[in-house]
């Protein structure tokens, strides 16, 4: 069963709109129901996007759980906690590009993205949320880094930039861990699409990206890893 998006019609109660796009998250999360993607030549078209989108974020999944792990003695792996919080940016900022492409095509009428249609209310408005948090967290992050621990100004921000990121990516997660493990085919097998090389490397310069920029940001972090 697929969905696409809202119809316009206006709903005869007040709580009505507001059920229907419970309704279709819940569905969408539990993998009852689910958009179909039509997949274009050379790139793959909006398939691909997902397929790339999924993809970072399962990584992202992995390295926040990872992150999540070393708050629990932060002063014992600082040095983990910093390194991994600086492999989180590029696939972040991949992340928010190829969501960010997707939005862009279906709101320019592209006729495949537009066919495609757009996620469920609820998670587009969570969506921005996400990004925001996001790059909030990451980047009082290394700021800190930057201005190190006595900068008690920048440790609160990245406190409230904490709880405001577990509270969307949580939902966020909850929302699209199923679906995200459908379209990377863990679990069942995957149609072939173009655009695969492409996307591989993408995803690996990213990776690449990641390690370099967090190897010098920890050599630079000497007034966090000394303390």
Same mark, same amino acid.
Request: net charge positive; aromatic share 6%; no cysteine.
């Given at each position: 069963m ?11 109660a ?12 819940l569905?969408?999360a539990?993998g009852?129901r ?5 997949v ?6 909006p398939?691909g ?5 999924a993809?970072?974020g399962l ?12 708050m ?6 600082i ?11 590029p ?5 928010t590009?190829t969501t960010?492409?997707?939005?862009l ?6 006729p ?5 249609g ?9 969506g921005?949320l996400?990004?925001?948090? %996001?790059?909030?967290?990451?980047g009082?992050? $290394?700021?800190? @880094?930057a201005? #190190?621990?006595d +900068? /008690?100004? =920048?440790?609160t ?8 990121w577990?509270?969307t990516?949580g939902?966020h %997660?909850l929302?699209?861990i199923?679906?995200? $493990?459908?379209? @990377?085919?863990i #679990?069942?097998e +995957? /149609?072939? =699409? ?15 990206v990641?390690?370099?920029t ?9 007034s966090w890893?000394?303390t």
């Amino acid at each position: 069963m697929t969905i696409g998006g809202d119809d316009g019609t206006p709903d005869a109660a007040p709580g009505a709109r507001w059920r229907r796009w419970a309704g279709q998250t819940l569905a969408e999360a539990t993998g009852r129901r689910h958009r179909v993607d039509p997949v274009a030549p050379r790139t793959g078209g909006p398939a691909g996007n997902a397929r790339l989108t999924a993809w970072t974020g399962l990584v992202l999944l992995v390295l926040f759980l990872a992150e999540i792990g070393t708050m629990l003695d932060l002063e014992g792996f600082i040095s983990w906690h910093i390194t991994i919080g600086t492999l989180l940016v590029p696939p972040a900022l991949l992340k928010t590009v190829t969501t960010g492409w997707r939005v862009l095509r279906y709101y320019t009428h592209r006729p495949a993205y537009r066919q495609a249609g757009p996620p469920p209310m609820l998670l587009r408005v969570l969506g921005p949320l996400v990004v925001v948090s %996001t790059l909030a967290l990451l980047g009082t992050g $290394l700021a800190l @880094v930057a201005a #190190g621990p006595d +900068t /008690t100004s =920048l440790v609160t921000f990245h406190k409230i930039a904490t709880a405001a990121w577990v509270i969307t990516t949580g939902l966020h %997660t909850l929302s699209r861990i199923l679906p995200a $493990l459908r379209i @990377v085919g863990i #679990g069942r097998e +995957t /149609t072939p =699409l173009s655009g695969r090389t492409a996307r591989v490397v993408i995803l690996l310069l990213t990776l690449a990206v990641a390690g370099l920029t967090a190897t010098l940001v920890l050599t630079a972090s000497h007034s966090w890893t000394n303390t």
